[in-house]
């Protein structure tokens, strides 16, 4: 059990339509948060999970996870990446990291032992990714279609992405302070010209964004067998 799991929880959630941000939205007893973390926190290989919370954040000391010992807090940035960041260097003497959305409530715990075993294994780290399934198209600015994107390379990005814990923060660091735009780790190893693998996970682990993703989520949780 020496993984560390850096969960972002520092955003608004503007696509959610919300004045609480999705991160504490409840789903049954729980918020979405301690969802997540408490589902980290059953996987046997991760020790301790770090939330990046935003400064102003009024809900945290409300969930139970604020006096959780295997939980820690850090301050979370302006963007998803400088969040992540801020758990990184918070770290000491730690090999392997996992960043997991907060919003991701339903991952499967099969998914992250898949993920762990192709991580440890690849010099670059690992991701969960989902493989497209609709016909996809590139659009133009006003809303025609330029062209189809053949779909048989393209994943959809999920998390859990584990890495070398160094390796991701030099790669982060070194993506921001060169003003490359970073929405998920693998895209920060990427610019390093790093290629981390893909790993297929399941549909399920959705990230929770619009309205109707709640039902679809508390759907989920209800069946899921993690
Ligand atoms: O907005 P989006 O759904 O891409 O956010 C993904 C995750 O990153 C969420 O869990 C959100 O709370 C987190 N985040 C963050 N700090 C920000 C923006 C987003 O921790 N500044």
Redesign the pocket.
């Known amino acids: 059990s020496d993984i560390i799991a850096v969960?972002?929880?520092?955003?608004?959630?503007?696509?959610m339509k919300s004045s609480i941000?999705?991160?504490y939205l409840k789903i049954g007893d729980k918020t979405i948060?301690e969802h997540?973390v408490l589902r980290l926190l059953d996987h046997p290989s991760i020790s301790h999970v770090v939330i990046?919370?935003?400064d102003g954040d009024e809900y945290f000391s409300q969930t139970c996870l604020k006096h959780h010992d295997r939980v820690r807090i850090v301050s979370?940035?302006?963007?998803?990446?400088?969040?992540?960041l801020s758990g990184l260097k918070s770290l000491q003497n730690t090999d392997w990291v996992m960043v997991h959305?907060?919003?991701?409530p339903c991952v499967a715990l099969d998914d992250i032992d898949a993920l762990i075993a192709e991580a440890t294994t690849h010099a670059d780290g690992a991701i969960l990714a989902c493989p497209v399934r609709d016909t996809m198209k590139r659009g133009s600015a006003t809303g025609e279609i330029n062209e189809t994107v053949c779909r048989e390379q393209l994943w959809h990005a999920l998390?859990p992405q584990m890495f070398n814990c160094g390796q991701l923060l030099k790669a982060l660091e070194d993506a921001l302070n060169k003003g490359l735009p970073v929405?998920d780790e693998a895209s920060a190893i990427e610019l390093s010209g790093s290629s981390p693998k893909l790993v297929t996970g399941s549909a399920s682990n959705i990230?929770?964004?619009q309205p109707e993703d709640l039902a679809l989520a508390t759907f989920y949780l209800s069946t899921a067998c993690p």
């Open positions: 969960v972002p929880a520092a955003g608004v959630g503007k696509r941000p999705k991160q948060l997540t990046a919370i935003s979370g940035g302006k963007e998803r990446a400088d969040s992540v959305d907060a919003a991701r998390t929405t990230k929770v964004t």
